[in-house]
């Protein structure tokens, strides 16, 4: 157990669609990352929040936005949902801004399917 | 910004050493190097990182270039349960960038 919790574990969902996903970070932790994995497309990565402010920004869709609560929690929101976005959705947290200054714990995942 | 490169995929024996390589020739001075894997049906978890010495843990060694172009993460001795894609991941220190490479898928067999 990682520490860092996702909700819900599986998702299933019509096209055209709005989700949102879930994510508590490791107690302590002040960054939190969000990754898409598809069978396609391997681990990529979507934006990260530091302390509640956006710090670094990947491969995130225009459909897709997050962001960090005051009490660290993140929620990441797809939108407009294609077959294309169906996926495994992982978050992970850090107690840093940057790896560097520490490890990268991730949560089970999120897997959503779009219908 | 800077790319990595890896192998598909390598296989090994059960208690061999494994040396699992990434190209990262656009590297900058700043750059750390990570190392994740991801077992089946988990998500990713840490393995190792770097900046410019070679770096040891319980886990895995990590050996980098002279150059800093390219890194080794060497399993001393595979077991089953260190079948996995293994991902080289560069970091830029301002933090702006997570730049994932294919990732090695690692075969073990006993």
């Known amino acids: 157990d990682s520490g860092v919790t996702q909700t819900p574990k599986h998702l299933i969902t019509a096209t055209g669609q709005r989700v949102t996903l879930r994510c508590s970070p490791r107690?302590?932790?002040?960054?939190v990352y969000w990754y898409q994995q598809s069978l396609d497309q391997g681990l990529q990565f979507l934006i990260q929040?530091?302390?509640?402010?956006?710090?670094a920004k990947g491969n995130i869709l225009e459909r897709f936005s997050a962001q960090q609560f005051p009490d660290l929690h993140s929620e990441l929101n797809l939108s407009s949902l294609e077959l294309g976005d169906s996926a495994l959705y992982f978050c992970?947290?850090?107690?840093?801004?940057?790896?560097?200054?520490?490890?990268?714990?991730f949560g089970p995942g999120t897997r959503l399917t779009v219908l | 910004d800077a790319k990595t490169t890896q192998p598909n995929s390598m296989e090994s024996n059960e208690e061999e050493p494994v040396h699992l390589p990434c190209n990262h020739s656009?590297?900058?001075?700043?750059?750390?190097i990570h190392w994740y894997r991801q077992l089946p049906s988990q998500g990713p978890e840490y393995v190792i990182h770097?900046?410019?010495s070679n770096v040891n843990n319980r886990m895995a060694s990590l050996a980098i270039a002279e150059d800093r172009k390219s890194s080794t993460l060497i399993l001393h001795r595979a077991t089953l349960r260190d079948a996995a894609v293994y991902y080289c991941?560069?970091?830029?220190?301002?933090?702006?960038?997570?730049?994932f490479g294919k990732g090695t898928t690692l075969s073990v067999s006993s």
């Open positions: 929040y530091y302390n509640g402010e956006e710090r």
């Open positions: 656009t590297i900058s001075g700043t750059d750390y």
């Open positions: 770097g900046l410019t």
């Open positions: 107690s302590g932790d002040l960054s």
């Open positions: 992970a947290s850090s107690v840093g801004r940057w790896l560097g200054s520490g490890t990268q714990y």
């Open positions: 991941i560069l970091e830029n220190q301002a933090g702006t960038a997570l730049i």
